[in-house]
């Protein structure tokens, strides 16, 4: 189980690297995709093949791929948005479905630790 630990943790590491790039606003839509490809690629490399140790662990991992989808429709918006209001309230959107993502990541990582 430590080791899905780490995997979640360091997707949680990746994903506030991500939020960094995106509130600092000194990046565009299309500069943010490659991050973005990063994220989603090591979702599917490193975290899909893991055996979840419970069904509980299953549903995260579910929810966390449904929101990796969403939050790419998100980074579609976001290109075309073509008002700085809309391109700010896409940014909002964005920066909040990365918060959703992590507190998935340390729902699955804190229960672990504090059996330890």
Do not use: W
């Not at 975290?47 to 140790?53: G, N, S």
């Not at 069904?55 to 075309?80: H, N, P």
């Amino acid at each position: 189980m430590s080791f899905n630990c780490d995997k979640y943790q360091e997707l949680a590491t990746f994903l506030d690297e991500f939020r960094t790039n995106v509130t600092a606003g000194k990046l565009s839509a299309g500069e943010l995709r490659p991050h973005l490809a990063k994220l989603q690629a090591f979702f599917s490399q490193q975290i899909v093949p893991l055996v979840d140790a419970n069904s509980r662990e299953q549903s995260y991992k579910t929810e966390i791929s449904k929101q990796l989808r969403l939050l790419e429709v998100d980074m579609m918006f976001l290109q075309g948005a073509k008002q700085l209001t809309t391109s700010q309230a896409r940014l909002k959107t964005i920066e909040e479905r990365i918060d959703t993502l992590i507190g998935y990541c340390q729902a699955i990582t804190q229960p672990a630790e504090e059996k330890e």
